[in-house]
């Protein structure tokens, strides 16, 4: 046998599952492992392991040596990017977005989601007016793959993937009191180029943390290091960028980083300690006031109340009257629950056009195909309900358009089942977004009216 031959053999050979990794297994194989296997399920314990450790800490080296000075040219100078996506954080988002607007921030603000089951049509048009941009991760995602974006990563890949030169992020459910243009020209800022706002003492990451991530310089000075608390920070990406790419490195490798740090904060914390950059941080530790952080400004004042505690919703939140501004956020739920019933992708205020395509469909029979499964007849009655046929997965329908193209929703009750689009000879075409999700046909029934 070649060489060559031999070589294909035991590459062949060698593990491509996580679930193969083990405690004994070569760095260099770990390395390879984490490349190129999906992200996780790991064997229990893995992130412990001496040779994950390791390897891990190669792979940053290796990744630090491949960063480059930034030459990027950012369409937009300065701008605000929320993450808060589902139907958990939009009443955050809405107060937090008309709070903003409310103190005459005139800063363009983007609401980063990922996918069609956080954000549809009718949702950005609510944000519309208040200067809201919404940016489907999933879709930036195919152009920038990202190894891990499931939740808290989508915050530094938000920021990073932004068009704002300077960037303020802010948490959905973290709320300014004043409008925070002014940060962008504050002395530290412009000094470092980035600012971090600390949070509480018992999050302060302990010696061995900082040797697991290769830095033992910092293991000495563990105790004096504050802890990050990222409902907030202000980035020059002009200046930063290759820290705010470490960080999301940190980030997209969650399967082992979130093992030993908690979520996203500490990721911007070991990048800018890793790249030996300096970053500034307010004097003023973070407050806390029954459910929320406040943080303050470099000058002592009350900036953002982070109200992580109590997320803004419909069913209810604890009034606190030494909050700034109680009594309008809770005016601004009330605000909402009028124009939105919480549930995705209905329509409860169609456009001229959209009523006009729903006028059309209104009492037509349709034969529903679940393709490779079965098929029935459904009726679309008045009020957006499944008349004849409907079932538990096929009570609610609705049409939204979306970038100049019509969408029909078939929904239960609380959440929808799939998304049609037109073709030929009156065909709606799709696929189930659970379960089995097998392709969907709507044909209309000749007569069926």
């Known amino acids: 046998m070649t060489t060559s031959a031999i070589d294909a053999t035991l590459e062949l050979a060698r593990p491509t599952h996580c679930a193969a990794a083990t405690d004994r297994m070569p760095v260099d194989e770990m390395i390879r492992l984490i490349d190129a296997a999906p992200p ?17 800490r190669q792979l940053a080296d290796r990744y630090i040596e491949s960063l480059t000075p930034s030459r990027h040219a950012y369409p937009q100078e300065r701008g605000i990017v929320i993450a808060g996506g589902g139907l958990k954080y939009f009443p955050s988002v809405w107060v937090n977005v008309n709070l903003i607007r409310r103190f005459e921030c005139e800063l363009p603000i983007q609401l980063w989601y990922m996918g069609d089951n956080e954000c549809d049509p009718y949702m950005k048009r609510l944000l519309a007016p208040l200067g809201v941009e919404c940016v489907d991760a999933r879709k930036l995602e195919r152009e920038h793959p990202c190894r891990i974006l499931c939740g808290w990563e989508l915050k530094p890949y938000a920021a990073l ?118 970053y500034a941080m307010p004097s003023a530790g973070p407050g806390w006031d029954v459910h929320t952080i406040v943080q303050y400004d470099h000058r002592g004042d009350i900036v953002f109340q982070h109200r992580c505690q109590d997320k803004w919703k419909f069913a209810g939140n604890r009034f606190n009257d030494s909050l700034r501004n109680e009594q309008v956020c809770f005016d601004l739920v009330a605000d909402l629950k009028t124009k939105w019933d919480g549930v995705l992708w209905n329509n409860p205020a169609p456009t001229a056009a959209e009523q006009r395509k729903i006028d059309s ?34 009570r609610r329908w609705s049409i939204n358009h979306e970038a100049g193209q019509e969408i029909l929703t078939i929904s239960r009750f609380d959440r929808p089942t799939c998304h049609l689009t037109p073709g030929d000879g009156g065909v709606w075409h799709g696929r189930w977004l659970e379960h089995e999700q097998m392709p969907i046909e709507l044909l209309p029934v000749e007569g069926g009216r």
């Open 161 to 278: 993937h932004s068009p704002f030169a300077e960037v303020l992020f802010l948490d959905a459910d973290n709320g300014v009191v004043r409008d925070p243009t002014y940060l962008f020209d504050e002395p530290e800022y412009l000094r470092t180029g980035a600012v971090f706002w600390p949070d509480y003492a018992c999050w302060t990451l302990k010696p061995d943390v900082w040797q697991i991530f290769g830095m033992d310089h910092m293991a000495e000075r563990a105790e004096q290091e504050r802890a990050f608390e990222s409902g907030q920070y202000l980035i020059d990406k002009r200046r930063c960028a290759n820290e705010l790419r470490m960080s999301l490195w940190y980030a997209e490798h969650s399967d082992f980083v979130f093992k030993h740090v908690y979520g996203d904060k500490e990721c911007f914390h070991l990048a800018w300690r890793k790249l030996s950059t300096e």
């Open 40 to 56: 996780g399920p790991w064997p229990c314990g893995w992130a412990t392991w001496e040779n994950t450790i390791e390897a891990h």
């Open 361 to 394: 469909l209104v009492g037509r029979r349709f034969t529903y195909r679940r393709i490779g499964y079965d098929q029935r007849e459904v009726v679309l009655d008045a009020n957006g309900l499944v008349g004849d046929g409907a079932d538990e997965c096929e």
